[in-house]
């Protein structure tokens, strides 16, 4: 029998071995511009057929693949990091149940299987967010499902506005526009916003730190806020017919603010939770101008470095007695020198490197983005939420691995064979993986011809970038940056803009007021008293009376005897 060790290793082997054949298959299906459409019928009663279907072509297959992947590597590292957990059984089958949740979702064509795959991640997501069982865990697991809930609404909705037409397969509606076509992309689009918490949903991503780190890795790479993106991506026909400039205005104003935020925050998980969040912005913005399939070559991209970031990161918190502030940490290379260098492979590749796995997709944006007909708005933001990206992740290193020696004294630093391997596959791919993914998703090399000063644009603010996170790093409480008379503008660039405190305590503060008003006059007043009390009272007088009958029969038979002997008399 498989000792409850076993599980993890044993599964990630599995997953890793689906995920390979997955990404051959999608490759093979690309090159041969194939796919397969799977109609099951699991039930039929007289003339009602229920069936399931299931779309394979080269996107879904090559994206479930490398989730498969990815989360084989995650499983894997759990086996050590969850090693003194009491729980570790449970752990596991949640974390599977969250990756069976992005299959369904992944290669479904059906709105309705679709929702079966969204709905279970939103719930696991929920069990692994409150899995610490303390009150920061409840808090945020809250607000995750209650703001992914709006997601689930805005596909029901669209599920029931489908009635209308012949199917809920969207494929048959991508290349149809009518009038209709709207208020369909409109509900899917709210429900890719929410899952991807772009602007005005973007609060729940850092508050899903609570997570342990191993469920971050999978949340922030490849599975629960890149399902939005995905959606999106598939449904991009329809995106086409109408001006998404509204959209698209939103979606870098959530590059720009998570950039601004992670540049002023002190929180290791939450400044990567940034960042995952400023990547999402980015590909919704070059989905939103018009280029799909380099949207989705930058999700490939980024689920590979932000997976192994975060393992990096999960280890590097785990080695200073889980203290995640980075003012705590410091010469950290000295002690964990190959974390540290999987750690600075895919910050660089997060920054878009040259010839590491984000550039390619990054370079392809800010080219194609410069030869859209949008205005000097759009460019710039582009070109500073990049700029920001080099800054924090600047910061990062320099405060974790080689600034300041603050790290806490007694600490147990150990690197052990398995999370050592676990990170080895990853960092190949955040070395290679752009490349590779670029040969194949783009069989047609394209030449972009810029001008000398567009063409250096990119290099200059990445090099801006890294000198003002160089900058912040050294700067203290009492440099200029942080004086009273800018303290109101590094708290406001530092806390997202607010959202946090919109989305909790000032929205349900009126709500919970007019909810104890409903309270006092419903459940506490003439509602209690005549709709819930009613059956109550009626079956109290109804016994009192029956009982009175009971034990003072003799004496009502006497009674109403002397009453009818007196009214026969008169």
């Known amino acids: 029998m498989l000792s409850k060790m076993s599980l993890y290793l044993l599964g990630g082997t599995l997953l890793l071995i689906w995920g390979a054949v997955g990404v051959i298959m999608g490759v093979l299906f690309l090159i041969q511009d194939y796919s397969l459409f799977y109609d099951w019928e699991f039930l039929s009663l007289s003339s009602c057929a229920m069936t399931m279907t299931f779309l394979f072509d080269w996107m879904s297959l090559i994206f479930a693949g490398c989730v498969l992947i990815i989360s084989s590597m995650v499983i894997y590292y759990s086996e050590s990091y969850m090693y003194a957990d009491q729980d570790k059984s449970r752990f596991y089958f949640l974390v599977l149940l969250f990756v069976m949740s992005m299959m369904m979702m992944v290669v479904s064509p059906n709105l309705i299987s679709i929702l079966i795959g969204w709905d279970g991640l939103g719930l696991v997501s929920y069990a692994l967010v409150v899995y ?56 899917i689009v709210l429900a890719g916003f929410t899952k991807s918490a772009q602007i005005p949903f973007s609060s729940w991503l850092p508050a899903a730190m609570a997570a342990p780190t191993p469920v971050s890795s999978l949340v ?80 490939l991209t980024h689920a590979f470095f932000k997976a192994l970031l975060f393992l990096c990161a999960g280890f590097m918190i785990h080695c200073m007695s889980d203290s995640q502030d980075i003012r705590h940490m410091g ?45 000097s708005f759009v460019f710039m933001i582009f070109f500073i939420s990049v700029g920001l990206t080099v800054s924090y992740s600047t910061r990062l290193v320099f405060y974790c691995l080689s600034y300041n020696i603050n790290f806490y004294s007694c600490q147990g630093y150990y690197e052990d064979s398995i999370i050592m391997k676990s990170m080895i596959l990853l960092s190949l791919l955040s070395i290679s993986g752009g490349s590779i993914l670029s040969w194949l998703l783009f069989g047609v090399p394209s030449l972009i011809v810029l001008p000398m000063y567009l063409s250096a644009m990119p290099l200059a603010f990445v090099f801006l970038g890294g000198w003002m996170g160089y900058e912040l790093c050294y700067s203290t409480f009492f440099s200029p940056v942080y004086y009273m008379k800018w303290y109101f503008l590094s708290f406001f660039s530092g806390c997202m803009w607010f959202m946090p405190s919109f989305s909790t305590y000032m929205l349900y503060g009126k709500f919970m007021t007019l909810s104890s008003g409903f309270v006092e006059v419903m459940d506490s007043g003439w509602g209690e008293y005549f709709i819930s009390n009613s059956s109550l009272m009626y079956s109290s007088f109804m016994s009192k009376s029956i009982s009175f009958y009971q034990f003072n029969n003799i004496k009502l038979f006497l009674l109403t005897f002397l009453f009818m002997f007196l009214i026969i008399s008169i």
């Open 331 to 375: 010469a950290m290379v000295n002690q964990l020198p190959f974390t540290c260098s999987c750690f600075c492979i895919s910050n660089i590749s997060l920054c878009g490197l040259p010839f590491m796995s984000g550039f390619y997709s990054k370079d392809s944006i800010l080219e194609l983005m410069t030869l859209s007909f949008f205005n």
């Open 220 to 299: 922030h790479s490849s599975t629960l806020v890149t399902a939005g993106v995905y959606l999106l991506i598939r449904f991009s026909g329809m995106l086409s017919n109408f001006d998404c400039s509204l959209l698209l205005l939103l979606s870098m104003m959530t590059m720009f603010m998570a950039g601004l935020g992670a540049s002023f925050e002190f929180d290791l998980s939450k400044i990567i939770a940034l960042s995952t969040l400023s990547q999402l912005g980015l590909m919704m913005a070059i989905l939103f101008i018009g280029w799909p399939v380099l949207a989705f070559f930058h999700l």
């Open 132 to 187: 610490f069982q303390n009150f920061k865990s409840y808090s945020a697991g809250m607000l995750t499902i209650l703001t992914n809930r709006l997601g689930d609404v805005a596909i029901l909705i669209a599920i029931s506005w489908m009635l209308n037409f012949g199917s809920w397969h969207y494929i048959y509606y991508v290349g149809v526009w009518d009038s209709w076509s709207f208020y369909l992309i409109m509900l």
